[in-house]
C-alpha cells in the first residue's frame, strides 16, 4: 500500500515563502505524473501543478511566475516551492501521484497553509 506523506505547510505573511514536501512510501516504481492542488475554504479543489516523470510542468495560471513544482525521482518525492504567497493561496494544499491512465492514483492527506497578516 503506497502512501503519500506531505510537510511544510504553514503560517505565514503575504509576500513570503513556503516550500511543501511530498514522498511516497512504500513505492518500489518511478511514478508518472505527480502534482499539487488545493482546496481554499468553501471551494472545490483546484489543480495548482503537475510534473510527469520525465519533467515536464503544467501550472494554474493563478500561480505562474510564483510556484515551482519539482520531483526526485531516486525519492519519489514531488516539492512545491511557493513564492510570493497571497492570502487567496490559503487553502488545504493535497499532492498526487497517478499513472499516466490512472492505473494507480493516491492523495495525500492535506496539509494547511494560511497567508494572513
Known amino acids: 500500500q503506497v502512501q503519500l506523506v506531505e510537510s511544510g505547510g504553514g503560517l505565514v505573511q503575504p509576500g513570503g515563502s513556503l516550500r511543501l514536501s511530498c514522498a511516497a512510501s512504500?513505492?518500489?516504481?518511478?511514478?508518472?505524473?505527480m502534482g499539487w492542488f488545493r482546496q481554499p475554504p468553501g471551494k472545490q479543489r483546484e489543480l495548482v501543478a503537475t510534473?510527469?516523470?520525465?519533467?515536464?510542468?503544467d501550472y494554474a495560471d493563478s500561480v505562474k511566475g510564483r510556484f515551482t513544482i519539482s520531483r526526485d525521482n531516486t525519492k519519489n518525492t514531488v516539492y512545491l516551492q511557493m513564492n510570493s504567497l497571497k492570502p487567496e493561496d490559503t487553502a488545504v494544499y493535497y499532492c498526487?501521484?497517478?499513472?499516466?491512465?490512472?492505473?494507480?492514483?493516491?492523495w495525500g492527506q492535506g496539509t494547511q497553509v494560511t497567508v494572513s497578516s
Open positions: 510534473i510527469i516523470r520525465r519533467g515536464s510542468t
Open positions: 498526487n501521484m497517478r499513472g499516466l491512465r490512472y492505473e494507480y492514483n493516491y
Open positions: 512504500n513505492s518500489i516504481f518511478s511514478i508518472y505524473n
